[in-house]
């Protein structure tokens, strides 16, 4: 079992920042990859940043340049820096561990909302 906590949501005005993060216990030395998704309602949770044990990271166009997933060696803390955000970026962000025997664990979600 894996225990994900998000915090560090918020409001944010278009082209601000905000520093997600995620707290991690449990059982970690099964962990293969770590992620940050992102929900609004009525649309499928989409991946915004991704991150291998071997350190490859992957974007979607939409927030390639702008979000910055990383890590600490541990894998207890998962961050995602966001630059630049637009109110596209508006939505429910999740914490998202997945192991070797292909579990996935789901943090409760930060709300994050970009607006004027």
């Known amino acids: 079992q894996v225990q994900l906590v998000e915090a560090g949501g918020g409001l944010v005005q278009p082209g601000g920042s905000l520093r997600l993060s995620c707290a991690a216990s449990g059982r970690l030395f099964q962990v293969y990859s770590m992620g940050w998704y992102r929900q609004v309602p009525g649309k499928q949770r989409e991946l915004v940043a991704r991150?291998?044990?071997?350190?490859?990271?992957e974007y979607p166009d939409s927030v390639k340049g702008r979000f910055t997933i990383s890590r600490d060696s541990a894998m207890t803390m998962l961050w995602l820096q966001m630059t630049s955000l637009k109110p596209d970026d508006t939505g429910v962000y999740y914490c998202n561990y997945v192991t070797y025997g292909a579990a996935q664990y789901w943090g409760q979600g930060t709300q994050v909302t970009v607006s004027s």
């Open positions: 991150l291998s044990i071997g350190g490859s990271e």
